[in-house]
C-alpha cells in the first residue's frame, strides 16, 4: 500500500471512529504484522524481556493491559508519545533485543503515536468488528517470471472498510509456483498451482494462482476423453485448465489388480482373474465393482480402516471393550450404515462400553479437550489443537470456540458396570470446562456456530453436537470424509494430508471436491455409493503409465499414481500368493515380542481387531500404532529395512518354505513349467507373463536339478514377491 | 559377483567396486552413494583432508535439567537449586553435578556450552528441528538432519551407510512425529539407517542383515536376476519416487548384506565383556559401543537417542508427574545410566586415538524451569539449557557462555541452535558455505547465511 492509501486509510479509520486510532483494528495489526506479538517473540507464551502479548493478539484486553499498565505503566509517555519506550524500543532508538521493527516517521508509527497521544485508549464493546476479509485478485491464471501484488481488504460490522494491504500476514504454500513477500508483492517462478493467503485480524483470505504448462493443447487427446460421470468432468476441466493431456485406460489385468486392492485389500484367485481376462461382456469393469462392493473382505478392509481412524488399540482398552468397539465398526461397516448416523451413534452413546461399543470412543478421549481434539482431526480433518492456548495463529479457530466447543463434551461421565472391565458411559446433569483465560465456562457450542447451547439445560450436550456435526450444512464433515475415500483410491486426498483441511490447505480440484461432497449428500452419506462413483470413474480407470506432458502431475488425475501397498495389504497378499497364512501374536506391550495367546490361524492382517500385535514385518513397514488420530501414523515410505525383510528376513522366506504351501501344490499338480510358470504370474500378478519372462523362467525350471525345483521355484515366487509390480498398486 | 560360501555366509566382498554395486543393482536412479561430493570438493568447498572425520551425536530426548547437571546454581534459592551438590570435576573451569561422577573424572575432554537457548516454541518438536538441522521448519521446508547432509555431499566411506541412529528413531513426543529426524527436501534416499534393535539384548542382532542360512550364493544371484526380469517388464514405474526409491533401497540393502565390514562393525560379541560392561548393559551403553564400532568402520555420523519416547518411560523429560518422570527418577536411574555410558565413549575414543577425529556432542532440544514445579519437576525452557562437546578438534575442560544466577537466560555469548549445527558442521570440515539443493533444486547453505561456527571450542 502507498503511504497515500495509508492516509486515506487513516482518514477512514478516523471517520469512522471520529477519534484515536482503535487498538482492536488498528495497533494490533500493527503488532502481528511487524512480529512483535509473533511466538518467536513477545507473543511468546511467557513474552520476551517481561514483555508479554498474546499470539497474533488474540486477545486485546490483555495485550492492551500489557502495553498500558504492565511493568507500572513504564511503557508508554502519554505527555509526549515519541517518548514512549513502546516506540521508542521498536525503532530500536534504545537497545531492543527483537531489533528495528519500522522507521520514525512510517505509517505505523505515527498511526501509535496517535493511539498514545489519545490516551492509548482501550479496546471498547463499540469497537467495529471484522467480518471479512477479501484479496485480490482471487484466482489468477499467469506466466512465470510474473511479479504483481495482492491487495487485501477488511470489512467490518459498521459497514466501512479498509485497504489493509500493508498490515496482513503473508504466506505461500508451494514455492515452486509463486513466492511471496511480506509486502504481499507475488512472484510466479514456476508452472502448477498454488494459493497465497493474507491473515489479518484472525482472518484469512486466499488468492490462487494458477500457471499453466505453454504446451500447445494435445487437442486429440482430451476430445477422445468420454466422461463417465462428474468427476471425470471436472478432472478434465482442470487438466485443459493446466493444459495437462491424461494418460489411457489401464489394461483389464491393470484394473483388475488395482480394484480389488484399493476396494478389499486382497488379489484376485486365479480363477477371478482367468475369467475376468476371458470375459468379453462390455460391462464386465461396472459389474467387478458391483460384487466387490458386497464381497465379505470389504468389511475387512473397511472396518480396517475405520479402527485406525477410531483407535481400536488392545493396549489402550481392556479384551472384551477392544472387541466390543471393533464388532460395533465392523457391525456398522457390514450394514453400510450411512457415514452421517454412524458418526452420530458413535458421538452420542451411552451405557455400557460391553454392550455398546462404540462408547469406549468415550474412553479413549477421556477428557473434553482430547475429546474435542479427536472429534475434529476425526470427522474434520481439521487440527484445533493449536487454538487450545492461543487462537490458532494460522486458521480462524479462536481460543474462545475451542473452549466452547470442549465444554460441549464436558458432562462425559463414566461409572464401574457389574462385570469385571465394563464402564458405563452417560451424561451429567451439570459441569463445565473453565476457560483458563478468563476463568469462567465458556458459554459451550459447536464450532462455526454462533448461537450457544444453554448452559442450564440438562440435555446431554452431545445429542446438539452430533446434530450439528452430521448436519448437511457442515461443509467440513462431509469434506473430511470424502477426502479420506478419496485418498483411499488415489492415494492422496483431494486436499494433501487427509486430515490436514483448512482455509490455507486448498483442494487439488475445488469444484470437483465441491461435486464430490454435493454427490456425497445426495446419496444420504451412502459410502459404497461414493466409491461406486469413483471406481467407474475414467480418472480412476486410468493407465499409470505417463506422457511426457503429465509425469510431474501427481495430483490433478491425469493418471493412476502408482504407490506402496500398506503394511496389512502387502503381508496377506503374501500369504495369499504363498497360500502360507500368519500367525499373529497378541502383544500386550507392542514391543513386537508378543505373549503366548494368538489368534485363530488363517486370520488376515486386516481382520485382525487391534494394532496391538506382535509383528516385525507390520512395523517396518509402517502400519498405524492407533495412538494418536493422525493418518502420520502410518507410514507406506520404502526403506532399506524393508528391502532387507523381504530379502532376508522371515516373513517371505518362511512362507515359500513352508510344506503344503502353493509351491508344493503347483508342483505336485502335474502341469509343465509353462504352465507353472503362467500361473504363478496370475497369481502373483494377475497378468501372463511376457514371452520373455516365460522362456527364461521356465527354462530354469526345466533345467533344475530334482533336489533343486522346489528351490528354484521359490525363487521365482521370490522375485515376483520382490518386484515393484507386487509391492505397489499401479 | 559376490562370493558366499556354501554355508551363505559371506567370504569375501571387499574387492568389489562401486561399479559392481550398481550393476548388481541394476537399480535406476542410483549414483546416490556419492553424489555432488567430487564436484563440492572440486569447488574447494569440502575439505578432503577433514573427510575422515566423524560425529556422534548424543541426543538426550525429553531434555536434561541444566540447573539439576551440569550448570548447578548452588547460591541460588532452595527452589531453583535442587537437590543436588555439584562436586569438583578434572577441569579447573567447571564443576558438575554430584549425580555425574563420571563426568567429573574426563571433564577434561570435553567442554559446556551453557548459553544455548531458542526462541520457538517450548514443546520437543521445535527443538528437535532445530538442533539436528539448524533450522525451524517454517513454509513447509523440511531441512535435513546434519548426518543426512553429510551422506549427501560427502557419500559413504565403507559398505556402511553414512548416518546411522542408534537404537531407534523418536517416537512421538505430542502431537506429531518428531521432525528433523531425516534427510527432508534432499529426499528420503539420504534417510539415515535406522537400527531399530536393542542393542543390550541376549542375541543382539541388526534386523534381516543376512540371508537364512539355506540361501546360497547361486540362489542369491538367481533371486536377484529374476527380480530384475520381473522389473524391467513393466514400464509403469520410472517416474514414481517411491519406486526410485524402492530400486535404491534395495541396493544399499544388497550392499551391507554381502559386506564382511558391515557385519563385524554390528557384532557385538566382538567385543570383551569387560568392555562391554564398561559402557553400561542397557540399551544406551550399548547403542553408545556400537556407535564406536560403526565410527571406526567408516560409519560418518551416528546419533545416538538415549531415548525413544517421553510417555511411561523414566527419560530426561522430568515434568514430576506421570506418565513423565521425576526428579528421583532421573537420580536414580537416567543419570547413572548416562555417566557410565558417555564416560566410556569418551574414554574408549580417546584410548583409541579416535577423539581427535570424532565429535561427540550431547544436545537436548531445550532445558527445563529454573523454578521447581509444585509436582516436584521441571518444566519445559528453551530461554536456556547447556550442551556439551568433545573430540573432534574441540578444546576439552572449557566452558562457553554463561547463564543468569537462575540458569534462565543467557547473560554471555547467547548460541542459537544453528551455530551448535554449523559448530558439527565445521569439525566435519564442511564450509558453511555450502549449498544443498532445497525444496525445488533452489540453493540452500547448510546453514542459514552468516551464522557461525562456535569458534572458542576450537583448538
Redesign the interface.
Given at each position: 500500500m502507498t503511504f497515500r492509501s495509508f492516509i486515506a486509510f487513516a482518514a477512514l479509520t478516523s471517520a469512522a471512529a471520529a477519534e484515536a486510532p482503535s487498538f482492536r483494528n488498528t495497533i494490533q495489526p500493527i503488532l502481528t504484522r511487524y512480529g512483535c506479538a509473533m511466538?518467536?517473540?513477545h507473543g511468546?507464551?511467557?513474552g520476551?524481556g517481561g514483555f508479554r502479548l498474546s499470539l497474533r493478539g488474540f486477545d486485546d484486553e490483555g495485550d492492551w493491559i500489557s502495553v498500558t499498565r504492565s511493568a507500572n505503566g513504564r511503557r508508554l509517555t502519554m505527555e509526549d508519545p515519541a517518548r514512549s519506550l513502546f516506540l521508542l524500543k521498536a525503532v530500536k532508538a534504545v537497545p531492543h533485543k527483537g531489533d528495528k521493527r519500522f522507521e520514525v516517521n512510517s505509517p505505523e508509527y505515527k498511526a501509535i503515536a496517535d493511539w498514545i497521544a489519545a490516551g492509548a485508549p482501550g479496546p471498547k464493546a463499540s469497537d467495529p468488528l471484522i467480518v471479512a476479509l477479501d484479496v485480490e485478485p482471487k484466482q489468477l491464471v499467469t506466466k512465470p517470471g510474473v511479479t504483481m501484488s495482492l491487495k487485501v481488504t477488511a470489512k467490518f460490522s459498521d459497514g466501512h472498510s479498509e485497504d489493509v494491504t500493508r498490515w496482513a500476514k503473508y504466506?505461500?504454500?508451494?514455492?515452486?509456483v509463486a513466492t511471496v513477500d511480506e509486502h504481499g508483492v507475488v512472484k510466479t517462478?514456476?508452472r502448477g498451482e498454488t494459493v497465497i493467503s493474507a491473515w489479518y485480524l484472525s482472518r484469512l483470505a486466499v488468492s490462487t494462482l494458477v500457471v499453466p504448462s505453454d504446451a500447445a493443447l494435445d487437442e486429440p487427446a482430451f476430445a477422445q476423453m468420454k466422461p463417465r460421470n462428474f468427476i471425470d468432468e471436472q478432472v478434465l476441466t482442470k487438466l485443459r485448465a493446466l493444459n495437462i493431456p491424461p494418460s489411457g485406460r489401464a489394461e483389464d489385468h491393470e484394473f483388475l489388480r488395482r480394484a480389488f486392492l484399493d476396494t478389499i485389500g486382497v488379489l484376485p484367485s486365479l480363477e477371478e482373474t482367468r475369467a475376468f481376462l476371458a470375459d468379453k461382456v462390455t460391462d464386465k469393469r461396472d459389474r467387478l465393482i458391483e460384487t466387490l462392493l458386497q464381497r465379505p473382505e470389504f468389511v475387512d478392509y473397511w472396518s480396517h480402516r475405520w479402527s485406525d481412524l477410531l483407535l481400536v488399540n488392545g493396549d489402550k482398552l481392556m479384551p472384551q471393550a477392544m472387541w466390543s468397539y471393533y464388532n460395533w465398526i465392523r457391525r456398522n461397516v457390514a450394514a453400510n450404515t450411512p457415514w452421517d448416523v454412524m458418526v452420530r451413534d458413535l458421538l452420542t452413546a451411552t451405557g455400557s462400553t460391553l454392550e455398546n461399543g462404540a462408547g469406549n470412543f468415550f474412553i479413549l478421549n477421556d477428557e473434553p479437550t482430547k475429546c474435542a481434539e479427536t472429534i475434529s482431526v476425526a470427522f474434520l480433518g481439521t487440527?484445533i489443537?493449536c487454538a487450545k492456548c492461543h487462537n490458532h495463529p494460522m486458521e480462524k479457530w479462536t481460543n474462545n470456540e475451542y473452549f466452547a466447543f470442549a465444554n460441549m463434551l464436558s458432562r462425559v461421565r463414566t461409572k464401574n458396570g457389574a462385570q469385571a472391565d465394563e464402564r458405563v458411559l452417560f451424561s451429567a446433569a451439570d459441569g463445565e470446562l473453565v476457560q483458563p483465560l478468563t476463568g469462567k465456562p465458556q458459554a459451550p457450542h459447536p464450532l462455526d456456530v454462533t448461537t450457544a447451547v444453554s448452559m442450564t439445560s440438562t440435555e446431554d450436550r452431545r445429542v446438539p453436537l452430533a446434530k450439528w456435526l452430521t448436519s448437511t450444512d457442515n461443509k467440513l464433515f462431509q469434506r473430511a470424509i470424502v477426502n479420506r475415500v478419496w485418498a483411499n483410491f488415489f492415494g492422496s486426498g483431494l486436499v494433501e494430508a487427509v486430515d490436514d483441511l483448512r482455509v490455507t490447505n486448498p483442494a487439488s480440484n475445488e469444484p470437483l471436491f465441491a461435486a464430490a461432497c454435493e454427490h456425497l449428500v445426495k446419496q444420504k452419506f451412502d459410502l459404497k455409493a461414493l466409491m461406486r462413483t469413483i471406481l467407474q470413474s475414467e480418472t480412476y480407470q486410468r493407465?499409470?503409465?505417463?506422457l511426457p506432458e503429465n509425469?510431474t502431475d501427481l495430483r490433478y488425475g491425469s493418471h493412476y499414481?502408482?504407490?506402496?501397498l500398506k503394511a496389512e495389504i502387502l503381508l496377506d497378499t503374501v500369504s495369499q500368493v504363498t497360500a502360507a497364512p500368519t500367525t499373529f501374536k497378541i502383544d500386550k506391550r507392542n514391543a513386537n515380542k508378543g505373549t503366548s495367546e494368538s489368534y485363530p490361524m488363517g486370520f488376515r492382517a486386516l481382520q485382525l481387531p487391534d494394532s496391538n500385535i506382535a509383528s516385525?514385518f507390520l512395523k517396518?513397514f509402517g502400519r498405524a500404532d492407533r495412538?494418536?488420530t493422525?493418518e502420520?501414523e502410518r507410514t507406506?515410505?520404502?526403506?532399506?529395512?524393508?528391502?532387507?525383510?523381504i530379502?532376508?528376513?522371515?516373513t517371505l522366506?518362511q512362507k515359500l518354505?513352508q510344506k503344503d504351501n502353493r509351491l508344493d501344490a503347483l508342483l505336485a499338480s502335474k502341469l509343465g513349467n509353462e504352465k507353472i510358470v503362467e500361473e504363478a504370474y496370475l497369481i502373483a500378478?494377475a497378468r501372463l507373463p511376457?514371452e520373455?519372462?516365460i522362456t527364461?523362467?521356465s527354462a530354469?525350471l526345466a533345467t533344475a536339478k530334482p533336489e533343486d525345483r522346489r528351490?528354484?521355484l521359490e525363487?521365482?515366487f521370490?522375485?515376483?514377491m520382490?518386484?515393484?509390480?507386487?509391492?505397489?498398486n499401479? | 559377483m559376490f562370493k558366499f560360501s556354501g554355508q551363505g555366509s559371506i567370504t569375501n566382498c571387499d574387492g568389489i567396486s562401486r561399479r559392481d554395486f550398481l550393476q548388481a543393482g541394476a537399480l535406476g536412479a542410483i549414483g546416490l552413494t556419492m553424489p555432488g561430493f567430487a564436484k563440492l570438493k572440486a569447488e574447494g568447498k569440502v575439505d578432503s583432508k577433514k573427510s575422515n572425520k566423524a560425529c556422534i551425536m548424543i541426543f538426550n530426548l525429553g531434555a536434561p535439567s541444566q540447573q539439576d547437571l551440569w550448570d548447578m546454581k548452588p547460591d541460588a534459592p532452595s527452589e531453583i537449586r535442587g537437590p543436588f551438590k555439584p562436586i569438583r570435576t578434572k577441569s579447573n573451569a567447571f564443576e558438575i553435578s554430584e549425580i555425574l561422577p563420571l563426568h567429573a573424572k574426563i571433564a577434561d575432554k570435553f567442554s559446556l556450552v551453557r548459553s544455548c537457548y531458542h526462541?520457538?516454541?517450548?514443546v520437543h518438536d521445535t527443538g528437535h528441528q532445530m538442533m539436528q538441522t539448524g533450522r525451524l521448519f517454517t513454509?513447509?521446508v523440511n531441512t535435513p538432519h546434519v548426518g543426512s547432509a553429510l551422506e549427501f555431499l560427502q557419500g559413504r566411506r565403507s559398505d556402511l551407510?553414512a548416518h546411522v541412529i542408534l537404537p531407534e528413531s523418536m517416537g512421538?513426543t505430542g502431537?506429531?512425529?518428531p521432525h528433523g529426524q531425516d534427510a527432508g527436501f534432499l529426499g528420503?534416499a539420504y534417510?539415515p539407517?535406522?537400527l531399530?534393535a536393542d542393542p543390550a539384548v541376549k542375541d543382539f542382532k541388526v534386523?534381516?542383515?543376512?540371508?537364512?542360512k539355506?540361501?546360497g550364493e547361486v540362489?542369491l544371484e538367481?533371486?536377484r536376476?529374476?527380480?530384475e526380469?520381473?522389473?524391467s517388464?513393466?514400464?509403469?514405474?520410472e517416474?514414481?519416487e517411491?519406486?526410485k526409491?524402492?530400486?535404491s533401497?534395495?541396493e544399499?540393502?544388497?550392499r551391507?548384506?554381502t559386506s564382511t565390514q558391515a557385519r563385524e562393525a554390528f557384532d557385538l560379541t566382538k567385543e570383551p565383556l569387560k568392555v562391554r560392561e564398561r559402557y553400561g548393559m542397557n540399551r544406551f551403553g550399548q547403542s553408545c559401543l556400537l556407535a564406536r564400532r560403526l565410527v571406526e568402520r567408516g560409519v560418518r555420523f551416528v546419533t545416538v537417542n538415549t531415548f525413544i519416547t517421553v510417555f511411561g518411560e523414566i527419560t530426561w523429560d522430568i515434568h514430576g508427574s506421570k506418565p513423565f518422570t521425576s526428579i528421583e527418577g532421573m537420580r536414580d536411574i537416567v543419570a547413572p545410566m548416562y555417566d557410565q555410558g558417555y564416560s566410556a565413549l569418551i574414554e574408549d575414543l580417546f584410548q583409541r586415538g579416535m577423539l581427535d577425529d570424532t565429535m561427540v556432542t550431547c544436545l537436548a532440544e531445550f532445558g527445563r524451569t529454573p523454578k521447581i514445579n509444585p509436582a516436584g519437576g521441571r518444566d519445559h525452557w528453551p530461554?536456556c539449557w547447556t550442551v556439551n562437546f568433545a573430540g573432534g578438534g574441540i578444546k576439552g575442560g572449557e566452558v562457553i557462555g554463561k547463564s543468569d544466577d537462575i540458569g534462565g537466560y543467557p547473560t554471555e555469548r547467547p548460541v542459537a541452535p544453528k551455530e551448535i549445527v554449523a559448530t558439527i558442521y565445521q569439525a566435519l570440515g564442511i564450509d558453511l558455505t555450502t549449498e544443498l539443493p532445497g525444496?525445488?533444486g533452489?540453493p540452500y547453505p547448510v546453514v542459514d547465511f552468516g551464522t557461525q561456527a562456535i569458534k572458542e571450542l576450537f583448538a
Open positions: 511466538g518467536a517473540c511468546a507464551a511467557a520476551q504466506n505461500g504454500v508451494n514455492a515452486s517462478t514456476g487440527s489443537a493407465s499409470s503409465i505417463t509425469i499414481v502408482p504407490r506402496r516385525y517396518s495412538v494418536n493422525c502420520c507406506n515410505e520404502p526403506s532399506m529395512a524393508q528391502a532387507l525383510h530379502s532376508n528376513g522371515d522366506n518354505a500378478l511376457t520373455r519372462e527364461k523362467t530354469m528351490t528354484t525363487d521365482i521370490w522375485s515376483l520382490g518386484s515393484k509390480e507386487f509391492l505397489f499401479h | 526462541t520457538a516454541a517450548a513454509g513447509g551407510p512421538p502431537g506429531n512425529m528420503k534417510d539407517f535406522v531399530n534386523p534381516d542383515l543376512l540371508p537364512p539355506e540361501i540362489r538367481r533371486r536376476e529374476l527380480r526380469l520381473v522389473d517388464s513393466v514400464r509403469n514405474f517416474y514414481s517411491q519406486a526409491l524402492m530400486d533401497n534395495f544399499s540393502a544388497y551391507i548384506m530461554n525444496p525445488q533452489r
